[in-house]
């Protein structure tokens, strides 16, 4: 069945890169999601990439695709104490989307 | 814009007890859904409601039931709570297929 593995912890410094790597199982996945979630909070989409593409960035955010490993990340450059939090990669599973375990994110100030 | 709305936030039953876990939503989305989240194990699909009028079973449905009660609600029922249902509850809603979601803040259950 499918199945989405992330490591389960990261440590940075602060001004540091941070990347935060999932692989997946279901190649026809239309799209791959990454959702931050801080303490004591819902999951917030935080970007995605449609499964045809490369590599996405948006301002910080760094999203790289290899469909043929099945091996997405994500790099947040210049990394803040604000964003220590936990990072779940997902594939889009129709109505059933995939969720990883997380990966918590520690930021050393 | 307030999104999704949970409620309660926090929750403690004996075993046995019964309880409607709410969540609204105001986006217009279609697709509601109802998730757990466990230490170590990331997020289980409960029930999902593809449109309103449908519901269907998720990856651990057992001991669950929702209600889809018009396009805003969707409420997720325990009809007679276990210790193994423990758990952070998560509603989402989406606007269909191959788009994200947008989480409630949850609801923090302890089954005692």
């Known amino acids: 069945g499918e199945d989405v593995e992330q490591s389960l912890f990261l440590s940075v410094r602060e001004g540091d890169s941070s990347v935060i790597n999932c692989t997946y199982t279901?190649?026809?996945?239309?799209?791959l999601y990454w959702y931050k979630q801080e303490p004591g909070a819902g999951l917030q989409l935080l970007t995605y990439?449609?499964?045809?593409?490369d590599m996405k960035q948006d301002q910080r955010l760094t999203v790289l695709l290899n469909k043929k490993d099945k091996h997405l990340s994500l790099r947040i450059a210049d990394t803040q104490t604000g964003d220590s939090a936990i990072y779940f990669c997902?594939?889009?599973?129709?109505?059933?989307?995939?969720f990883g375990a997380g990966t918590r994110l520690f930021v050393k100030a | 814009n307030a999104g999704v709305t949970q409620t309660p936030k926090f929750q403690v039953l004996k075993t046995g007890q019964s309880m409607t876990l709410q969540c609204a939503q105001d986006m217009n989305h279609n697709s509601m859904y109802w998730y757990r989240q466990d230490p170590g194990m990331g997020l289980r699909l409960i029930y999902y409601s593809a449109s309103e009028g449908t519901t269907d079973k998720g990856e651990v449905p057992n001991g669950y039931n929702v209600s889809r009660l018009n396009k805003r609600e969707f409420s997720l029922r325990l009809e007679s709570a276990a210790p193994s249902q423990t758990s952070v509850y998560f509603c989402?809603?989406?606007?269909?297929?191959?788009?994200?979601?947008?989480f409630g803040s949850g609801t923090r259950l302890t089954v005692v």
């Open positions: 990439i449609f499964s045809n593409m």
């Open positions: 279901d190649s026809s996945s239309t799209y």
């Open positions: 989402a809603s989406s606007e269909g297929i191959n788009y994200g979601y947008t």
């Open positions: 997902a594939e889009d599973g129709g109505f059933k989307t995939i």
